[in-house]
């Protein structure tokens, strides 16, 4: 039993870092950087005048529904736009 918990742990702690570390090596030093999504963990882009305004009130409004923002919202130059890392357990389709 105690077994299967250090294993979801586990898992769960590699979901996590994955993107962040993808995030870090890959996301923002390459221009066309595109939204993703690993399971319950994903990518969200904003762009133009209003992207970050839409940003943040799309961060608040997942955290509301229990969504953890892993990076806050980030402006990318090379991209020209607004991004952010949220884990979102509800986000992740079981069934796939």
Known sequence: MQEKSARRTAVLVGLLIAPVVLGAT???GTANA???QVGPVYRAEFTGDA???LCG???RLEQSSG???IVP???DPAAN???RVVF???AWDFQS
Do not use: D, K
Request: contains cysteine; charged residues 10%; proline residues 8%.
């Open 34 to 36: 595109q939204p993703w």
């Open 26 to 28: 890959v996301g923002v």
């Open 57 to 59: 009130e799309a961060a």
């Open 88 to 90: 979102n357990p509800r």
């Open 51 to 53: 992207g970050e305004t």
């Open 67 to 69: 969504a953890i923002t």
């Open 81 to 83: 736009v607004w991004y």
């Open 73 to 75: 919202c980030t402006f």
